[in-house]
């Protein structure tokens, strides 16, 4: 990431945070403290945007400029409110149909699943602020583009997304090698929300819970389970699939 993807120093981070400048991340030197540190923590909890305390040397290593002890990464798209979106598609006469990503840190994995969904015509991918993949240039690239079409919601956590789409009316739907449901046996129909886990542990606990039916995809090899862009396609297909019966 080059310089121009960089903010550094307090006054710049306040003024692109209150301009409503899309922030991917912002990292703050260990034990910092300020009103503006006060204020740029308090901007990010309202914004949902990941924030980590880091030693001065992490600071460092990424910038030659003043950095004051915060720098923050600029997003490389605008992220889009899942809040305001839901009803959106309601309105324009559509049954709503997204993909979240819970805990995934690949963005290889990333990009093709999202690839995959705007060729399907998904309506966003959801993905956590904290312990996941984001919107990066590499993530870009992988999509072939296609994160530059699909609008891509940052929230809270996953276990939150779920909650406000099944008050919204979708059935929310979790892949699991460890499910009873095969995934073609199970009502996949529209509205919906499809869970994809993170590649080493799948879908969290909390989040299984949930959810409304939990699927597995038949498999009958020796390793334990697919790669998590190619069960999503897998999966989102089907989705298709049901919707045009």
Known sequence: ???????FGMHPLLEALEAGRE????????????????????????????LQMVPEERLSRLTRGQHQGVIAFVSEIEYTSLEQLIPMIYEQGRSPFVVLLDGLTDVRN????????????????????????????DAIKTSAGALHRLPVCRVSSIASAVALLQQSGLQVVAASEKAS????????????GLVLGAEDHGVSTDVLRMVDHIVRIPQVGAIGSLNVS????????????QAKK
């Open 181 to 192: 449901d095969l995934y073609t046996e199970t009502d996949l129909r529209l509205p919906l």
């Open 1 to 7: 990431m080059g310089r121009n993807n960089l903010i």
């Open 230 to 241: 190619v069960a999503g396609g897998i999966l989102i297909y089907e989705v298709v699939r």
């Open 110 to 137: 990333f990009g093709a699943i999202a690839r995959t969904a705007e060729c399907a015509g998904v309506d966003a991918i959801i993905i956590p602020e904290r312990g996941s993949v984001s919107v990066t240039a």
């Open 23 to 50: 922030i991917d991340k912002i990292l703050l030197k260990r034990g910092l403290r300020s009103d503006e540190v006060n204020r740029i923590m308090a901007l990010a909890r309202e914004r949902i945007i990941p």
